[in-house]
């Protein structure tokens, strides 16, 4: 963890100073959310179905791979969804991500779910307009699938999800800069689904599902058809990196594996130099998938990516499906 981050995850003295910080963004946050309801402030419909794929909380909970996971499903029961993403930062301009696109132009985690080559995916700051574009250039869509965007009130949904890092949870329970969240947890008590990766599901809680992330064969970067397991790396020096809102996921799931290696943790969204990743006595060099899209223009043959897929509940797709089909099937 990085800067204030770090005292995200337990109390200290800095946080007296920190509250009442968060007491205002609260206030703001609660103004805000209640000038939408109230239509003071106007929202938008889109002609098909919306779904969000967001958390209450700053840093990585898994979101990515479960929007990912969830386009995969929709495509498997005939949907043709596209996904939307603000983009690192915020395109002003609406776009298409590709395969040829890079990071530094739509931002990690679109480029990366472009080359899953599931959906189409488009970027841009304006959500609703993106998403008014896409759906020009794509008659076909009959869902729109928006990753993160559950604080984005100026579009109308009709399907949240809630993804919860079932480790960190929500750190000390205080809302920015005081602590990880973005609303208050009972903002839970409003979403149609809370997902929890890698955590335990409280008994007899409505709507709420479980969440895993797996993998365990590593592709090359330099030559993606060229893959490895885990007795590849048995005795050489290995190092891991991640640029990733919880990097020690990553390690962590790397240990699981009975791989030894020295960690190296950068912050989330990080724009990968050469000189970053040039470690003395470097056999293999680890890095997630959304971390290796950065990598693409220096990369060597030591250079290996492990793909990680969401493992969800299935109760959780019936109750997106049910939910979505009571507004029909758009024809194009």
Partial sequence: MNGIEQYWYRSSPLHLILLPIS?????????RRLLYRSHTLKSFRLPVPVVI???ISVGGTGKTPLTLAIAEQLKKNGYSPIIISRGYRGSRMQ?????????????????????????????????????????????????????????????????????????????????????????????????????????????????????????NVFHNLLHPEKTASTEKFRGLSIHAAAGIGNPERFFAHLSSMGLSFTPHAFPDHHLFKPDDLSFDACDALLLTEKDAVKCDAFADDRYWVLRVDAQVDPALLSHLLRKIAIHGRKTA
């Fill in 95 to 215: 776009q298409p991500v590709t395969e040829s696109s890079t990071a530094s132009e739509v931002g990690d985690e679109p480029l990366l779910m472009a080359r899953r080559d599931i959906c189409p995916v488009w970027i841009g700051k304006d959500r609703v307009s993106t998403a008014r574009k896409a759906l020009h250039f794509h008659p076909q869509c009959d869902v729109l699938l928006f990753d993160d965007g559950l604080q984005h009130y100026r579009l109308q949904r009709d399907f949240e999800i809630a993804v919860i890092d079932g480790v960190r949870k929500f750190g000390n329970g205080q809302l920015l800069p005081a602590g990880p969240l973005r609303e208050p947890a009972t903002r839970l008590d409003t979403v149609d689904a809370v997902v929890i990766n890698k955590g335990e599901l409280e008994p007899d809680v409505r709507n709420h599902y479980a969440m895993h992330l797996s993998g």
């Fill in 53 to 55: 794929v967001g958390n």
């Fill in 23 to 31: 007491w205002l963004f609260g206030a703001l946050s609660a103004l």
